[in-house]
């Protein structure tokens, strides 16, 4: 139990459809951020919110929409994707202070996604 | 792209120590090495991070070169729980919001 958790865990959707992941952190931290781990590749950093800002979109198609309505809950809302978008979402959390040394990285357990 | 390099594969035997290498040649002043494992269908778990000086938490070790370029996570008693893909990642501080960038790590097995 890491203090981040997501759901679903499992999420098997149509290309037409619209879902969304949760993720939610109890450890007080400030900033959060969702990965996705696709097979045989590395892990790799979509969005990353600070004090519910958004801070980093690493070139994601806009199919995948963030949602940080407060430093505690982060979403991600899924609409028309496409199988290759198949994969495991990862959601993580830090305490970030500018200035100082990177917080270390609070990972959930993950949400895996299959489109159809 | 990882500014990191490690051995894709690596075994290690139950009790015995595990030396996992990474080459961060290009790594600059204020980056700080980080390691990071992933058990499978986990998320990622935090092992531990350095800016120059030797560190040790209850989990491994890391020694960091005098010249910074490279780095070894030691694992001082390997159990078999300890399979798992571990990265050796190098980032920055200051702005806000982490932005670590994972490779492909090293797939660490342990045998009995």
């Known amino acids: 139990e890491t203090g981040v958790t997501q759901t679903p865990r499992h999420l098997v959707m149509g290309m037409t459809n619209k879902k969304s992941l949760k993720c939610e952190q109890h450890l007080g931290h400030n900033a959060m951020y969702w990965y996705k781990q696709s097979a045989k590749k590395p892990l790799e950093l979509m969005f990353v919110y600070n004090f519910k800002e958004q801070t980093e979109n690493n070139s994601v198609p806009s199919r995948f929409s963030p949602e940080c309505p407060n430093s505690s809950h982060l979403f991600l809302h899924l609409h028309t994707l496409q199988p290759e978008d198949s994969a495991l979402y990862l959601c993580a959390s830090s305490q970030d202070l500018p200035g100082s040394p990177t917080g270390e990285l609070f990972f959930g357990e993950g949400s895996r996604l299959t489109v159809l | 792209d990882a500014k990191?390099?490690?051995?894709?594969?690596?075994?290690?035997?139950?009790?015995?120590?595990?030396?996992?290498?990474?080459n961060h040649s290009t790594i600059s002043g204020n980056e700080y090495v980080y390691w990071y494992r992933q058990i499978h269908s986990q998320g990622p778990q935090y092992i531990i991070h350095g800016l120059k000086n030797n560190e040790?938490?209850?989990?491994?070790?890391l020694?960091?070169?005098?010249?910074?370029k490279s780095s070894t996570l030691i694992l001082p008693h390997a159990t078999l729980r300890d399979t798992a893909v571990y990265y050796c990642i190098v980032n920055s501080w200051g702005a806000a919001g982490n932005k670590l960038t994972f490779g492909g790590g090293t797939r660490v097995l342990v045998k009995p």
């Not at chain 2, 020694?63 to 910074?68: F, G, K, L, Q």
């Open chain 2, 4 to 22: 990191t390099t490690q051995p894709p594969s690596m075994d290690c035997a139950e009790g015995r120590a595990a030396n996992l290498p990474c």
């Open chain 2, 56 to 61: 040790t938490n209850e989990m491994a070790s």
């Open chain 2, 63 to 68: 020694i960091i070169t005098e010249d910074r």
